[in-house]
């Protein structure tokens, strides 16, 4: 890390960062052990202590941007903790399956302050070189964490059992709450900060929405991240269903998510000669093709395809996915330049709520084959890559914001 940047202030950053990823990932080795536990009957099922997660992530997304900019970003970052910590409790102590999805949509909502303040809070304080440093280490801790929050999972179930991922969870929060209290001061003075207007929230809100360039590339991001979303609600039972691999499941959980490091990493040295637009325009043609792929060897084997063509396939949807995630953001935001701070908020709660409504709804039909999982993908790849033709037409004008 360059000379001047505090090296305790990025690793608690990078901690804060790493959180959703380890709140997801390294949970999914414990999901059959739930539906041993509780059981599953209509309307929840173990998918949703993943899918339900994202659905809190939408409020707390929606809500934590406009509050970081009217409270601090430290209060708004200690608030999502102490939700986040509430909701861990919870799912500690939970006695049912709907008391635990209960703990995990509190975890959602409060995980979103970690999320959207600390990348406000980042921006406060570092500036060129320094920026691209610390974002460049936090990128690197993005694509590493989902690779091998499974395996520590899975070690820690082995130890202590599910609800011990839930006391590690419970810990983590503790301490990085701590950290901030004692140790992390305020970077947003109350000269900077914005008060908190629900009804300019609201105005600015319908102006950024009525941009349909913008709400389109929302809708895309939200199919894309719904097909991740569903790999991660079924993935667990799906290897353990067609498979019989259980213990090794980190393994290949790893080798799928190196698909969007690998792309991630790829993107960044790419998009700088093709342009966002082209690369994103590869992304959703490489994630049709991939579930489409998916989908007739799925079809020709009965639902029970060999393990190598769906880790190729799976591979090459992630690699997709990932080139999508490093230029859908940008492609959206590029027409906020006056609302960005509320328009990253709705990019990401927007995105979230269609991916859930994506996952749940296609994954109610998990059967304990591929094929639901394959028509996923590529009905996610049709459906981004329609709607990123649709929103290529729409005008590139800024939207105006409403003080």
């Known amino acids: 890390m360059s000379p001047g940047v505090p090296r305790g202030r990025i690793v608690l950053y990078a901690l804060l960062t790493a959180l959703t990823a380890v709140s997801i990932d390294a949970l999914l080795p414990g999901l059959r052990d739930i539906g041993v536990e509780f059981g599953a009957a209509p309307p929840f099922s173990t998918q949703h202590v993943v899918s339900l997660f994202i659905f809190g992530m939408v409020f707390g997304e929606l809500a934590l941007g406009p509050i970081s900019d009217a409270i601090g970003r430290k209060r708004a970052l200690v608030a999502g903790l102490g939700v986040y910590a509430i909701g861990t409790l919870i799912g500690l102590f939970a006695s049912s399956l709907e008391v635990l999805i209960l703990g995990r949509v509190l975890q959602g909502v409060g995980v979103a302050g970690p999320k959207i303040a600390t990348r406000a809070m980042i921006r406060d304080q570092f500036e060129g070189e320094a920026m691209a440093r610390v974002m460049s280490f936090l990128f690197s801790l993005y694509i590493l964490v989902p690779m091998i ?3 520590m999972g899975q070690g820690v179930i082995a130890l202590g059992g599910w609800r011990a991922m839930f006391a590690v969870y419970l810990g983590l929060a503790v301490l990085m709450g701590a950290w901030l209290i004692w140790r992390q001061p305020e970077t947003l003075p109350p000269g900077r900060r914005i008060p908190f207007r629900p009804r300019i929230l609201f105005a600015n809100g319908v102006r950024i929405l009525a941009n349909w360039r913008v709400t389109l590339l929302i809708a895309a991001t939200g199919f894309v991240f719904g097909a991740q979303l569903l790999y991660l609600s079924v993935a667990a039972d799906l290897f353990a269903d067609v498979y019989e691999v259980r213990e090794s499941f980190p393994f290949y959980f790893a080798l799928l ?3 969007v490091g690998l792309a991630s990493y790829l993107n960044a040295h790419l998009v700088g000669r093709f342009g966002m637009d082209a690369m994103a325009r590869f992304g959703f043609l490489g994630l049709t093709l991939a579930g489409l792929s998916m989908l007739a060897v799925s079809v020709a084997f009965g639902g029970r395809p060999p393990l190598v063509p769906l880790l190729a396939f799976g591979f090459a949807a992630f ?5 999508l995630f490093g230029n859908l953001n940008a492609m959206a935001m590029r027409s906020l330049g006056e609302v960005a701070g509320l328009g990253a908020s709705l990019i990401a709660s927007g995105s979230s ?3 859930t409504l994506f996952a749940v709804g296609l994954g ?27 929103s290529a037409r729409g005008r590139d004008g800024n939207v105006a914001a409403v003080r």
């Not at 690699?319 to 080139?323: D, N």
């Not at 109610?364 to 009905?379: C, E, H, K, P």
């Open 364 to 390: 109610a039909f998990y059967d304990g084959t591929v094929t639901v999982l394959a028509g996923g993908i590529f009905l996610a790849g049709i459906a981004s890559l329609l709607l990123g033709a649709l």
């Open 319 to 323: 690699f997709s996915i990932g080139i």
């Open 257 to 259: 998510a190196g698909g």
């Open 353 to 355: 709520l269609v991916a």
């Open 149 to 151: 929050a499974p395996a």
